[in-house]
């Protein structure tokens, strides 16, 4: 999975991410797996160039939108003289267009003037004008643009460059190759990264004071370990009124829970250490202790405190200390006074060291004053 980094907390083995992409068919990332991270510094590749359509797309892009005014009456056209009419005031018509001068404007009883030499065809002459008739109302199209002297109104409402400009989006992340700048005017976005665009068009996304981290405790929630080994073990022997101290192998079934966790060590960079409660149920069998034919079926029982600092996720020791009773389940022909030396109480006081072997799975060895045995435990 590809993560965006949120926030980091310094001396903790935290961070806070926002997914960003997933990968293959992965769903969901196992808490209780490992996993590698790679941190991205930088692109590896260089500026691609521009295509011919990126070009035009980026024109598109940045060329100024017109703005949006509503239509303000036009201006008044300049106006040309024409010739008073016996009896009436002076009229005004509109300009003409400069391509096509038509001809001079005369009264009712002027004459024409005559035609230019080489003219096949005389000019027409205009009807006479009315009296007091309104001028011709100006074209809706936009009036050609005055001469220089001309005297413009300046009374009339000018549109402002910005007044009704869209504002510009804004810039949105380019996933999965689709930029929204220069691709939201050719085709819509994928379906794929809807949501990823939904997010970045969001104003709160890059506001961290809106994000709400969980600060999770470092102690997880697997505190129980169940495990099974094989090792030696010490009992006593008495015979003849001597007792003499032996080791017998075995295999035993261990039970551990912790019950606190960043006594000293905080964990994080650093170590992390834990007290836990230890329980451990042995079987083995003494054959011919004593006498020919006799057997002794022992159960060893143990409880210990064990104090753990663990310098990685993968390597820790620790140190134990507590009791173990020796019980005789079952005997043979026994010995009285054997049978009596072998359900003893023993010291157990050592040391041992405890490595990763899998997602949930450790070894564990143990050696002490009681025994020395080695274990595989689960973790949950």
């Given at each position: 999975?590809?993560?965006?980094?949120?926030?980091?907390?310094?001396?903790?083995?935290?961070?806070?991410?926002?997914?960003?992409?997933?990968?293959?068919?992965?769903?969901?990332?196992?808490?209780?797996?490992?996993?590698?991270?790679?941190?991205k510094l930088s692109d590896n590749s260089g500026a691609v160039p521009l295509t011919n359509q990126d070009k035009k797309d980026l024109s598109e892009i940045e060329k100024p939108a017109e703005p949006a005014v509503e239509p303000s009456p036009a201006p008044s056209a300049p106006t040309a003289e024409v010739a008073p009419i016996p009896g009436s005031e002076a009229l005004t018509a509109?300009?003409?267009?400069?391509?096509?001068?038509?001809?001079?404007?005369?009264?009712?009883?002027?004459?024409?003037?005559?035609?230019?030499?080489?003219?096949?065809?005389?000019?027409?002459?205009?009807?006479?004008?009315?009296?007091?008739?309104?001028?011709?109302?100006?074209?809706?199209?936009?009036?050609?643009?005055?001469?220089p002297d001309a005297a413009m109104d300046e009374s009339l409402p000018k549109p402002s460059a910005e007044e009704g400009l869209p504002k510009p989006a804004a810039p949105v992340p380019r996933p999965e190759?689709?930029?929204?700048?220069?691709?939201?005017?050719?085709?819509?976005?994928?379906?794929?990264?809807s949501e990823t665009i939904a997010e970045a068009k969001d104003p709160e996304a890059d506001d961290l004071s809106t994000v709400m981290v969980e600060e999770k405790p470092l102690a997880t929630h697997d505190v129980n370990f169940l495990g099974l080994g094989a090792g030696i073990y010490l009992n006593?022997?008495?015979?003849?009124?001597?007792?003499?101290?032996?080791?017998?192998?075995?295999?035993?079934?261990?039970?551990?829970?912790?019950?606190?966790q960043n006594i000293y060590f905080k964990g994080g960079k650093g170590a992390a250490d834990d007290l836990s409660f230890d329980a451990w149920m042995g079987y083995y069998k003494i054959l011919t202790l004593i006498n020919s034919g006799d057997s002794y079926t022992v159960i060893p029982l143990k409880a210990s405190a064990r104090y753990t600092v663990m310098f990685s996720d993968d390597f820790g020791?620790?140190?134990?200390?507590?009791l173990e009773q020796n019980v005789v389940a079952a005997t043979t022909n026994p010995d009285a006074n054997a049978q009596k030396g072998l359900s003893s109480t023993i010291p157990a006081v050592g040391v041992g060291a405890i490595f990763r072997a899998g997602p949930s799975w450790y070894v564990r060895f143990d050696g002490g004053y009681e025994g020395?045995?080695?274990?595989?435990?689960?973790r949950f």
């Open positions: 999975m590809a993560f965006r980094i949120l926030r980091q907390y310094g001396g903790k083995k935290q961070f806070a991410a926002k997914w960003m992409r997933r990968y293959n068919s992965i769903k969901q990332l196992d808490p209780a797996q490992s996993y590698m991270a790679l941190e509109p300009a003409p267009p400069p391509e096509a001068s038509p001809p001079p404007a005369v009264a009712d009883n002027a004459v024409p003037p005559p035609p230019e030499s080489g003219a096949t065809t005389p000019p027409e002459v205009p009807p006479p004008l009315p009296t007091e008739a309104p001028v011709a109302a100006a074209p809706e199209a936009p009036p050609p643009a005055p001469a190759g689709y930029d929204s700048e220069l691709d939201s005017g050719t085709s819509p976005p994928p379906k794929a990264v006593d022997k008495v015979q003849n009124g001597a007792t003499t101290s032996f080791y017998t192998p075995g295999g035993f079934l261990l039970y551990s829970r912790i019950l606190k020791v620790f140190a134990y200390g507590g020395v045995d080695l274990s595989l435990a689960i």
